[in-house]
T-cell receptor
Framework: NAGVTQTPKFQVLKTGQSMTLQCAQDMNHEYMSWYRQDPGMGLRLIHYSVGAGITDQGEVPNGYNVSRSTTEDFPLRLLSAAPSQTSVYFC???????????????FGPGTRLTVL | AQTVTQSQPEMSVQEAETVTLSCTYDTSESDYYLFWYKQPPSRQMILVIR??????QNATENRFSVNFQKAAKSFSLKISDSQLGDAAMYFC?????????????FGKGITLSVRP
């Protein structure tokens, strides 16, 4: 049981480049989400998904796309990287407990992205 | 919208002593969950403790306990017998219980240092 995995751990991009951050979980969790962490800002929600085929925007979605074709995977795509997207990105997942209320979120190890 | 405030950016504690980290939140909901996450230098987000708002009893996990004051919307974390490994950034987080939405709202975090 690997939990939540993220790849890559580090990435450097040039402005305008595109890339995909990978996230996978092997806990059969319905709910998955992406956060970014910036100094002095805590973690902010980018996008989330409540199940395969269903995604929605969080607090800071601009510049990012997501899709959820399987329960296990939830990739985050940067379409045209900008220096403002330099950040640490975390993926998280959780299951639903009783009455449809989701349980504690488990976080991946994070990806440090630098956009030059 | 819910907000979470951690007003102290940094704190320091002597090894073996007790320290309390403060957190306040704002919400109009009556049912919700509160969490403290620890982020050591490895960047991994680690759940420390969680509190259900409907429970009057304060949550406890070994050396970690909370003081949950629902009326005052306060959720402080007490670390007893502080250890060097407790040095990390700590985040307070709020999650609504309503529906399948599992968005976590984070505070900006507090950096805890432990003096040997």
């Amino acid at each position: 049981n690997a939990g939540v995995t993220q790849t890559p751990k580090f990435q450097v991009l040039k402005t305008g480049q595109s890339m995909t951050l990978q996230c996978a979980q092997d806990m059969n969790h319905e709910y998955m989400s992406w956060y970014r962490q910036d100094p002095g800002m805590g973690l902010r929600l980018i996008h989330y998904s409540v199940g395969a085929g269903i995604t929605d925007q969080g607090e800071v979605p601009n510049g990012y796309n997501v899709s959820r074709s399987t329960t296990e995977d939830f990739p985050l795509r940067l379409l045209s990287a900008a220096p403002s997207q330099t950040s640490v990105y975390f993926c998280a997942s959780s299951s639903y407990g009783l009455a449809g209320v989701s349980d504690t979120q488990y976080f991946g190890p994070g990806t440090r992205l630098t956009v030059l | 919208a819910q907000t979470v405030t951690q007003s102290q950016p940094e704190m320091s504690v002597q090894e073996a002593e007790t320290v309390t980290l403060s957190c306040t939140y704002d919400t109009s909901e009556s049912d919700y969950y509160l969490f403290w996450y620890k982020q050591p230098p490895s960047r991994q987000m680690i759940l420390v403790i969680r509190q259900e708002a409907y429970k009057q009893q304060n949550a406890t996990e070994n050396r970690f306990s909370v003081n949950f004051q629902k009326a005052a919307k306060s959720f402080s974390l007490k670390i007893s017998d502080s250890q060097l490994g407790d040095a990390a950034m700590y985040f307070c987080a709020y999650r609504s219980e309503s529906g399948a939405n599992s968005k976590l709202t984070f505070g900006k975090g507090i950096t805890l240092s432990v003096r040997p």
